[in-house]
């Protein structure tokens, strides 16, 4: 705490040097936001960097690829040109220029103009498929067009490429006998292939029409930040909105998810509860032709408009009213209507749980959390672990003999319910340690000697469990109150926590340039109790189930810029909640299972299969070649599905006490009956389930 007076006179100092500048134009803000950036990294980071020619050729390689890693837009020549502002990035970030972020705009624009007559003229003539010659689709492993016919060349590949693909799934359902296709010569197969491309880069090219210097200037700060570590970001207004309403759970607005459909904005959900389900005028499927709002009079019309904004025009606070201009997907009438906005509870990522009868007759709760959510700006907001805690309970009212957590996919969120909910499985004690920069660790620890559940417990974690899930996992291994299940070696990696910063606070007056966005720092470290750090490493389960990336590498180690791994001293810990003591019997009887289970043997042959294929990025562009490597594809694949297509559990049901409110509502009552579904074909599930047997037994 003894720095906290100088850090607060320097971001005041720099604050008040921002404040001098002179009148705003577009150039100023830009400036104005480099400058703020770079004033919260050096004063915030956990792990700032200097600001040199070592940072600016990290920058400018990261740029490069985000610009153009497929190998699509740039010649040589051009990236020449760029290349002369290989160690100059870090001035022009001083200095609050962007010549660099003009010219690649520049460069790539012109690339954009010159490729859109290529693909046309490509795909309007008929392909050779009979030619023995390969494509490389890893943009990593080829360079940069010396000129622009070898350019040319990288495109006519590509379009050819993708002409082959689709021509492939056009033959295959005509030997099927399918209707749309069994009459159809070769000729016209091959014809309508190309449309098909041609239509998808129609599409394509359009959206990029759209995009405007905003854009660029987020990939551009956002190649600085990520220098420092991958979730160092700049968020500009509207990408922190919908980080906010991902983490909460809850937007303002008429509950309707939108998407772009070539020129036009279509719907593709309503959202069981918000205003436009209760409604029932919009549908999934319409469109939304134009946008008033309730006091405005005229119509925003939103044909070629980019989706963010156009999501901020039907956005609003609740009560307010706006009007849209509607075609309808039936029918094709068109329509006014009014919807009052509204707070919208997005209901499937919150946590929820089954009750599931063992193959062994054991009554064992499930329970399924998808992120650790957390409504920051109301404080009567959802939080997960006030969710988990009536989940239990409910599981306990109805006397399950274990419970299964499953983590799978859940890239993390807050940090203060993962301490409120380790607290859940075992006594006052602590959870994690965070380190900030420059100081001694930080114990957050649970308070509570309550343990609100102390009977068998699993977790299930994957590649893609993250951050706080991983957190959790770590404590409960630590303390040996939870055997960990996974279907990697390892969970992600991330071992670091981040915090938002208003950039609007760094700049004082000058209302003109903000609002400026948001940057997402990079804060602290977190450790286990027993010192370690879960960064790089994740949690290595307890026991690992073959799944189908096993021998893929993924996770934080694979991003670009990691923060290294290291490792602080343990704090004292301990439970008498349950024994763990048969663990390594546990594991040697599951080891046993999965060597013997047929399933999880092809699963693993399947992994090392995709895992080759991954490696091999040069393909065939010879038709007959293309169609014997995919009918074997084919037939692995075929395989593969039916290992998930039997339900391996059959007796899964939802509690009782949560059948009135899935059965209120149709579409609600449709998405948990999906959900059922696949909870009953899940043989890492099923496999888990015996896993609790023996935990039960062994006790």
């Known amino acids: 705490m003894k720095n906290r007076g100088v850090l607060l006179a320097l971001t005041a100092a720099a604050a008040l040097f921002l404040a001098f500048y002179f009148p705003v134009n577009n150039a100023q803000k830009e400036a104005t936001l480099m400058q703020s950036i770079l004033t919260d990294l050096n004063y915030y980071h956990y792990q700032p960097l200097e600001v040199n020619d070592n940072l600016s050729e990290k920058v400018y390689g990261l740029f490069l690829d985000r610009l153009d890693g497929t190998r699509r837009w740039l010649t040589q020549n051009d990236v020449k040109q760029l290349e002369a502002w290989k160690l100059k990035l870090d001035n022009e970030a001083n200095d609050g220029t962007f010549a660099f972020l003009d010219l690649a705009m520049q460069l790539q624009e012109s690339g954009i103009q010159k490729t859109q007559g290529w693909y046309k003229e490509l795909l309007a003539q008929p392909f050779d498929f009979k030619q023995n010659e390969t494509i490389e689709t890893d943009g990593e492993k080829k360079p940069f067009a010396k000129n622009d016919n070898e350019l040319k060349e990288y495109w006519r590949k590509q379009m050819k490429w993708e002409t082959l693909s689709r021509l492939t799934e056009k033959l295959e359902k005509k030997e099927k006998g399918e209707a749309d296709f069994k009459d159809k010569t070769y000729e016209e197969l091959e014809a309508d292939a190309r449309k098909d491309v041609l239509k998808v880069y129609d599409d394509w090219y359009v959206r990029l029409e759209k995009r405007k210097r905003t854009d660029f200037l987020s990939m551009y700060l956002n ?58 005028i919009l549908k999934e499927n319409d469109k939304i032709l134009k946008v008033k709002q309730e006091n405005d009079a005229e119509w925003t019309d939103l044909t070629g408009m980019v989706i963010n904004d156009v999501v901020q025009l039907i956005r609003g606070k609740p009560t307010t009213k706006v009007r849209l201009f509607i075609k309808k997907a039936e029918g094709g009438t068109t329509e006014e209507l009014v919807i009052e906005r509204d707070v919208v509870i997005i209901e499937e990522g919150f946590a929820k749980s089954l009750l599931i009868e063992s193959p062994l007759q054991e009554r064992i709760g499930y329970i399924r959390l998808p992120k650790f959510y957390a409504d920051f700006n109301n404080k009567d907001g959802r939080r997960c672990a006030d969710d988990i805690a009536v989940e239990l309970e409910k599981l306990e009212q109805s006397n399950v003999q274990g419970i299964i957590l499953d983590l799978r996919g859940n890239g993390g969120g807050s940090l203060r319910d993962v301490v409120k909910m380790g607290g859940f499985f075992v006594e006052e004690g602590p959870i994690v340690q965070v380190k900030s920069r420059a100081r001694t660790p930080e114990v957050l620890t649970d308070d509570d000697p309550s343990v609100q559940y102390n009977g068998a417990l699993i977790v299930m974690v994957d590649q893609f469990s993250a951050s706080a899930s991983e957190i959790l996992a770590a ?29 609007d606070a760094v700049v004082r007056g000058n209302p003109e340039v903000k609002p400026l966005g948001e940057v997402k720092l990079t804060v602290q470290k977190f450790f286990r109790v027993d010192g370690g750090s879960t960064q790089l490493r994740g949690v290595v389960p307890d026991i690992v189930l073959p799944d189908n990336w096993r ?95 039997a339900e391996v559990l059959t007796n899964v049901q939802n509690l009782p006490v949560d059948l009135t409110d899935i059965s209120s509502d149709a579409g609600k009552k449709a998405r948990n009956d999906e959900w059922l579904k696949g909870v009953r074909k899940d043989v890492y599930l099923l496999e888990t389930l015996n896993i609790m047997h023996d935990m039960l037994t062994f006790k």
């Open 551 to 645: 021998y893929v590498e993924t996770g934080e180690k694979e991003e670009e810029f990691p923060m290294e791994w290291t490792q602080i001293d343990p704090v004292p810990y301990s439970q008498k909640v349950y024994s763990l003591e048969a663990l390594p019997q546990i594991k040697s009887k599951a080891a046993s299972r999965i060597q013997a289970n047929e399933v999880f043997q092809k699963i693993d042959a399947r992994a090392k299969r995709l895992k080759e294929m991954r490696d091999d990025s040069e393909h065939t562009l010879n038709l007959d070649a293309y169609l014997a490597e995919n009918k074997q594809l084919d037939q692995e694949d075929d395989v593969y599905e039916k290992f998930f297509e």
């Open 223 to 280: 190649a600085f930040t990520n220098i420092f570590d991958p979730h160092t970001e700049y968020y500009e207004p509207i990408d922190k909105q919908n980080f906010d309403i991902g983490m909460s759970g809850r937007l303002e607005g008429i509950g309707a998810r939108l998407q772009t459909d070539g020129e036009n904005t279509k719907v593709s959900e309503i959202i069981v509860g918000g205003p436009a389900w209760k409604q029932g």
């Open 475 to 503: 404590a409960l291994q630590d303390y040996g109150r939870a055997i960990i299940v996974g279907t990697s070696p390892s969970t992600f990696g991330k071992g670091t926590v981040q915090r938002f910063f208003d950039l």
